[in-house]
């Protein structure tokens, strides 16, 4: 089992610049792909932004170019480093597992304001 804690949140305008971290609670960290996903208000949670065992990434369309997705499998942390940040970009930000998925942590909310 695995447990997530996700931070760096926070209030920005358009154009600004946030880091988000999460902390990975569980063994094995470093065996396994990890994700960022957002959810916006009134939206299903997606999936932006992957990095494989092998430190490979995958962001996808809407982030790809403004966000940089990293770990650090000794410290057992995943960030998200965001950039020309957009309105479009506000939600709770989540990580966890791609497969499988475990328990969703609390999150932590980005909002862009125009």
């Known amino acids: 089992q695995a447990q997530f804690v996700e931070s760096g949140g926070g209030l920005v305008h358009t154009g600004g610049s946030l880091r988000l971290s999460c902390t990975f609670s569980g063994s094995a960290f470093s065996i396994w792909a990890m994700g960022w996903y957002r959810q916006a208000p009134g939206m299903q949670r997606e999936l932006i932004a992957s990095i494989r065992e092998d430190g490979g990434t995958t962001l996808e369309e809407p982030v790809k170019g403004r966000f940089t997705i990293s770990r650090d499998n000794a410290k057992k942390m995943v960030y998200l480093q965001m950039n020309e940040l957009k309105p479009d970009d506000t939600g709770v930000y989540y990580c966890?597992?791609?497969?499988?998925?475990?328990?969703w942590g609390p999150g932590t909310q980005v909002t862009v304001s125009s």
């Open positions: 966890n597992g791609l497969e499988p998925l475990w328990s």
